[in-house]
């Protein structure tokens, strides 16, 4: 089983709307959380990180939120564009240890 | 200027034979990695380096090899082919091991078909 859950698997949403993503994890000691985003046919790209300490943090129109207690992460877009279609991935990293742990992802489509 | 780039982005040859990915990072990092991404579009780490050291070699076929020339540049080797090899593999490097200011930086990919 992997220690990153991410959900939904895909979703599609009309342009303007909002959506969240979910990340549950696992994995222990934690140390940090970042969230990717992914456009097709390219790398990931990183948009948030939250440590322990943090439970919001906001790029633009992206917001992560972060339960060290019950070890969920929350992804939401605001307003979505066409261009917030991607794959959005969850990856936490562990104390003392170089592996980090990576979720499936949750592919978002935003249609006119 | 591209911060990660690796040659080639599309790959395709028949089993049993040997390619190589390029990869060159120009963001001054110390640490690279190679990720193989299967069609489910799970990421998982093939191997690390830091300054040119082996540091991650996760469960992989031998018949995969890392080479870095220098903290630049890492290249994978892969030798007799299998079908099970076609995935995209990307190339990634980070300012060190694990920090928080570290984020990967990912190439875009190289898309290697086998057939």
């Known amino acids: 089983k992997n220690q990153v859950e991410q959900s939904p698997q895909s979703l599609i949403i009309l342009e303007g709307k909002n959506c969240t993503l979910q990340?549950?994890?696992?994995?222990?000691?934690?140390?940090?959380l970042r969230w990717y985003k992914q456009d097709t046919g390219r790398g990931p790209v990183s948009l948030t990180i939250m440590t322990f300490s943090e439970n919001t943090k906001s790029n633009g129109r992206y917001t992560a939120t972060l339960d060290a207690d019950t070890k969920q992460s929350s992804l939401h877009i605001t307003a979505s564009q066409l261009s917030d279609s991607a794959s959005y991935i969850c990856?936490?990293?562990?104390?003392?240890?170089?592996?980090?742990?990576f979720g499936a992802g949750t592919t978002v489509t935003v249609r006119a | 200027d591209t911060a990660v780039s690796q040659t080639p982005k599309y790959l395709v040859t028949q089993m049993g034979n040997d390619k190589s990915i390029k990869c060159e990072q120009n963001?001054?990092?110390?640490?690279m990695y190679w990720y193989k991404q299967d069609s489910k579009k799970f990421l998982k780490i093939m191997f690390s380096y830091n300054n040119k050291e082996l540091i991650i070699n996760e469960t992989v076929p031998n018949r995969f090899s890392p080479k870095s020339p220098d903290k630049a540049h890492l290249n994978l080797h892969i030798n007799s082919l299998e079908l099970g090899d076609s995935a995209v593999y990307f190339c990634a490097s980070s300012q060190d091991l694990q920090s928080y200011n570290s984020p990967l930086h990912f190439g875009n990919g190289t898309r290697l078909t086998v057939t």
């Open positions: 963001l001054g990092h110390d640490t």
């Open positions: 990340c549950n994890y696992t994995v222990s000691p934690f140390s940090n």
């Open positions: 990856v936490v990293s562990v104390s003392n240890d170089y592996k980090l742990s």
